[in-house]
């Protein structure tokens, strides 16, 4: 019942910026840690950014000072801003997160992937 949906992604120059958005809807109890995640092609999936549920943030070292995560635990939305973006940057994103569903019957932690959203920067 839980699902993730994001947004955001696309064509973009070198220099430019997106940012990402990342919907958790369904029987939601709470959210615990979001991240994200890309895959490059021919590259294994690699950790871009989390966040947790008191808003403390991890970023991997390519793109630290460039990108920020951020989420509106209201809205059960994480985003992800990404500026400066380069030709490297170019994969397919994907959301994250670990939420307890309310329609369980047992208390239970799941991990939930979004489908992706492909980002592509040229040079």
């Known amino acids: 019942q839980v699902q993730l949906v994001e947004s955001g992604g696309g064509l973009v120059q070198a220099g430019g910026s997106l940012r990402l958005s990342c919907l958790a809807s369904g029987s939601i109890l709470s959210i615990n840690a979001m991240g994200w995640y890309r895959q490059a092609p021919g590259k294994q999936r690699e950790l871009v950014a989390t966040?947790?549920?008191?808003?403390?943030?991890k970023y991997a070292d390519s793109v630290k000072g460039r990108f920020t995560i951020s989420r509106d635990n209201a809205k059960n939305t994480v985003y992800l801003q990404m500026n400066s973006l380069k030709p490297e940057d170019t994969a397919v994103y994907y959301c994250n997160a670990d939420i307890v569903d309310s329609s369980s019957r047992y208390p239970y932690s799941g991990n939930y992937w979004g489908q992706g959203t492909q980002v592509t920067v040229s040079s």
């Open positions: 966040v947790t549920s008191g808003d403390t943030t």
